[in-house]
Antibody, heavy 118, light 112 residues
Framework: QVQLVESGGGVVQPGRSLTLSCAAS????????MLWFRQAPGKGLEWVALVSSDGINKFYADSVKGRFTISRDNSKNTLHLEMNTVRADDTAVYFCAKAGVERTPDYWGQGTLVTVSS | DIVMTQTPHTLSVIPGQPASMSCKSS???????????LYWYLQRPGQPPQLLMYEVSKRVSAVSDRFSGSGSGTDFTLKISRVEAEDVGVYYC?????????FGGGTKVEIK
């Protein structure tokens, strides 16, 4: 069964940086695009970033473009999200997801909570 | 960006009764390959979303046949033929025809 386990969440001050990781198992990681989503407390789902299977092509939501960087290490079956210059409105549970057909998420991790607060 | 609009916001349903929810997109989700890139997810309380339906009406394996999806272009519907307690949660529609991927605001299904 596909497993995705996020880590790295916590409390971070506004303007600082944080890096999230997602450990993948039970599928051939290097064959699939991967995504990050987030969900602010009590709110709906928001797409954050997408990386192609080979790590070359990267796409971002306008709300994080220029501040967040998605990357992957196919040798370690791991996905990352580097979050820089964080703001209060970045507070959310961050989910990683495996992309199935046409970048659609078909499996999701349990999420990791990021709280931006001074 | 494509705007996804879901109604109603909340559905309160008696177990065993049907439920129906709507999703409308601001642009057609029909692509030139003939596929319609509309997906349904269920997020149970405290859980991540799980994929229920893909390309409007195709059920993911292990999803109950009580669930059915229909629609075309910009108007879509998810129906539950007989609601059970395990169906409680928030249902989201999502489009993937173009980036950014966008979701509807969700329909919360609760048991009456």
């Amino acid at each position: 069964q596909v497993q995705l386990v996020e880590s790295g969440g916590g409390v971070v001050q506004p303007g600082r940086s944080l890096t999230l990781s997602c450990a993948a198992s039970a599928f051939t990681f290097s064959n699939y695009g991967m995504l990050w989503f987030r969900q602010a407390p009590g709110k709906g789902l928001e797409w954050v970033a997408l990386v192609s299977s080979d790590g070359i092509n990267k796409f971002y939501a306008d709300s994080v473009k220029g501040r967040f960087t998605i990357s992957r290490d196919n040798s370690k079956n791991t996905l990352h999200l580097e979050m820089n210059t964080v703001r209060a409105d970045d507070t959310a549970v961050y989910f990683c997801a495996k992309a199935g057909v046409e970048r659609t998420p078909d499996y999701w991790g349990q999420g990791t909570l990021v709280t931006v607060s001074s | 960006d494509i705007v996804m609009t879901q109604t109603p916001h909340t559905l309160s349903v008696i177990p065993g009764q049907p439920a129906s929810m709507s999703c409308k997109s601001s642009q057609s989700l029909l692509f030139s390959d003939g596929k319609t890139y509309l997906y349904w997810y269920l997020q149970r309380p405290g859980q991540p979303p799980q994929l229920l339906m893909y390309e409007v009406s195709k059920r993911v394996s292990a999803v109950s046949d009580r669930f059915s999806g229909s629609g075309s272009g910009t108007d879509f519907t998810l129906k539950i033929s007989r609601v059970e307690a395990e169906d409680v949660g928030v249902y989201y529609c999502m489009q993937s025809i173009q980036l950014p991927l966008t979701f509807g605001g969700g329909t919360k299904v609760e048991i009456k």
